[in-house]
């Protein structure tokens, strides 16, 4: 009866250490993923080559091979703002702990019911676009236009 309840302890203390050390696994891979998410965000140290388009409707701006240090599509619109001397209005939306576009160049967020949407390689842009990464050879658009529903 005693070495029964000895397996079943020895047994008990196998699992639960077996548990211990799937959880202790488990967090340090979040941990990684999200110190590997932190290094998406934010400047490079070496500069890579980005195109950008901006469609607001009756004009149209166009730069190819922008040579930037910054990796998302919210820092590189401010860079070109900045170099080629166009206003970007934006606030912070806290609910979404990211940035959105409010104007691009005069042209305002709700006129005639369109939005600012943006597009890398065409494809529609899912997150905040202080969240998206660009990388060498990407086309950022930024098109006024109806939002996705």
């Given at each position: 009866?005693?070495?029964?309840?000895d397996r079943?302890?020895?047994?008990?203390q196998?699992?639960?250490?077996?548990s211990?050390l799937a959880?202790?696994?488990?967090s340090?891979?979040?941990?990684a993923?999200?110190?590997?998410?932190?290094n998406?965000v934010?400047?490079?140290d070496?500069p890579?080559?980005?195109?950008?388009k901006?469609d607001?409707g009756?004009?149209m701006?166009?730069?190819?091979?922008?040579?930037?240090l910054?990796n998302?599509?919210?820092?590189f619109?401010?860079e070109?703002s900045?170099k080629?001397?166009?206003?970007v209005?934006?606030?912070?939306w806290?609910?979404?702990d990211?940035i959105?576009?409010?104007?691009i160049?005069?042209?305002?967020?709700g006129?005639?019911?369109?939005?600012?949407?943006y597009?890398?390689?065409?494809a529609y842009?899912?997150?905040?676009?202080d969240?998206?990464?660009i990388?060498?050879?990407?086309?950022?658009e930024?098109?006024?236009?109806?939002?996705?529903q």
């Amino acid at each position: 009866m005693k070495e029964n309840r000895d397996r079943k302890k020895t047994a008990f203390q196998a699992i639960a250490l077996v548990s211990v050390l799937a959880l202790a696994a488990f967090s340090l891979w979040l941990l990684a993923e999200h110190l590997e998410e932190g290094n998406v965000v934010g400047d490079i140290d070496t500069p890579i080559n980005v195109s950008l388009k901006i469609d607001g409707g009756e004009w149209m701006l166009e730069n190819m091979n922008v040579q930037t240090l910054n990796n998302t599509v919210y820092k590189f619109l401010i860079e070109c703002s900045e170099k080629f001397n166009f206003i970007v209005g934006y606030i912070y939306w806290q609910g979404y702990d990211s940035i959105f576009v409010t104007s691009i160049n005069g042209t305002e967020n709700g006129e005639n019911g369109l939005w600012w949407q943006y597009y890398v390689n065409g494809a529609y842009g899912e997150v905040g676009c202080d969240k998206k990464e660009i990388f060498d050879g990407d086309l950022v658009e930024w098109r006024f236009e109806e939002p996705m529903q």
